[in-house]
């Protein structure tokens, strides 16, 4: 594969997980965090200006940042992460019409949740923008 094609792809493929953290914030079934990081390793590799604006933006600029340094999540993310996992999929669960479906949700957050919970934690020691 060439260079200017792989640049492309994970420009394209960059843009697809941010899209998909996106809609994530919003669906229970698709994780932000996940696909914000593969986003963060795609442009790394494919348009350094577009990952540096990613490490720079407000919102998931603090979460990066403490995964590439830490390899773990900030304390309040990580509660409101929790929070609204739990409203999303309880909201699912009784939007859902068949008992399995519902079984298959409340497995399927618990073991989201089993998962989340046990990434490490970094507490904010200052108000610093990688804090906050």
């Known amino acids: ?4 094609l792989k ?5 394209a ?3 697809l997980c941010v899209v998909l953290g996106v809609i994530g914030i919003f669906l229970p079934l698709l994780p932000t965090t996940p696909f914000i990081l593969l986003a963060s390793a795609c442009f790394m590799r494919g348009s350094p200006t577009i990952a540096n604006w990613l490490h720079q933006h407000p919102k ?5 940042y403490q995964w590439h340094h830490h390899r773990a999540i900030d304390r ?11 409203l999303s999929f309880t909201l699912s669960i009784f939007v859902v019409p068949e008992t399995w479906q519902k079984i298959m949700l409340i497995c399927m ?3 989201l949740l089993i998962w989340f919970n ?3 934690e970094v507490e904010a020691v200052a108000h610093t923008p990688e804090n906050t």
């Open 109 to 111: 957050a618990t073991v």
């Open 1 to 4: 594969m060439g260079s200017s």
């Open 118 to 120: 046990r990434l490490p």
């Open 13 to 15: 493929l960059g843009w």
């Open 7 to 11: 640049r492309v792809v994970l420009v």
């Open 76 to 86: 309040r993310v990580k509660r409101r992460a929790n929070v609204c996992i739990v």
């Open 60 to 64: 998931f600029g603090p979460i990066l």
